[in-house]
């Protein structure tokens, strides 16, 4: 069971440029997360799934875009970056939709934008 | 607005003692408030889970209390190890739909 998993791990991108952070989980859960970690800051909700097939905004959810690709993925792309987008990207899951849970977080991608 | 306070300065504990942390919220009625366990470059860990019905929880030697009057939870280690030496995050679930609002957190350090 490895829980919930990010790639990559370390990510370097100009500003302009794309990416996708990946995120995956082999425990069957029907929610996942995406949040972002800055210094001095707490962990702010971007976007979230519910359940497969639905996606909804969070606290910060400007300049990304996500993809419930089936229940194991959830996919968070940037389209533009911008160097305010540099933060440690967390993922995570909740076995239960709509209503309080356990969350399960993944390892975190650590994204730089010069 | 609203805020979700955690002491920004760390606390240094001696071995054996009890670590209290404060969690205040304002301008927010959570529904449910949950700790986490984060150590550096890591994830964070979910630690306990209170409802805004339940006045404490424990598991081993972890206790949390909500006062929703207060608008406080405090967070305890007891018999502290160093081991626990970690930072502590405060999540508030305003609607019972896990969209959770965390505080930034607290560091503990428990020296030997």
């Known amino acids: ?114 | 607005s609203q805020k979700i306070e955690q002491n920004s300065e760390a606390l240094n504990i001696q071995e054996g003692k009890t670590a209290t942390l404060t969690c205040n919220y304002t301008n927010y009625s959570p529904a449910y408030l949950q700790w986490y366990r984060q150590d550096p470059g890591r994830g964070p860990v979910f630690l306990l889970l209170i409802r805004e019905n339940e006045k404490e929880k424990r598991k081993e030697r972890l206790k949390v209390t909500f006062d929703t009057t207060l608008k406080q939870s405090l967070f305890h280690i007891t018999a502290s190890q160093p081991a626990d030496s970690a930072t502590y995050l405060c999540a508030l679930d305003m609607d019972g739909n896990n969209r959770l609002a965390f505080g930034k957190g607290n560091q503990v350090v428990v020296i030997p």
Request: net charge neutral.
């Open chain 1, 1 to 114: 069971n490895a829980g919930v998993t990010q790639t990559p791990k370390f990510q370097v991108l100009k500003t302009g440029q794309s990416m996708t952070l990946q995120c995956a989980q082999d425990m069957n859960h029907n929610s996942m997360y995406w949040y972002r970690q800055d210094p001095g800051m707490g962990l702010r909700l971007i976007y979230y799934s519910a359940s497969e097939g639905t996606t909804d905004k969070g606290e910060v959810p400007n300049g990304y875009n996500v993809s419930r690709l089936n229940k194991r993925e959830f996919s968070l792309r940037l389209e533009s970056a911008a160097p305010s987008q540099t933060s440690v990207y967390f993922c995570a899951s909740s076995e239960l939709a709509g209503t309080t849970d356990t969350q399960y977080f993944g390892p975190g991608t650590r994204l730089t934008v010069l």
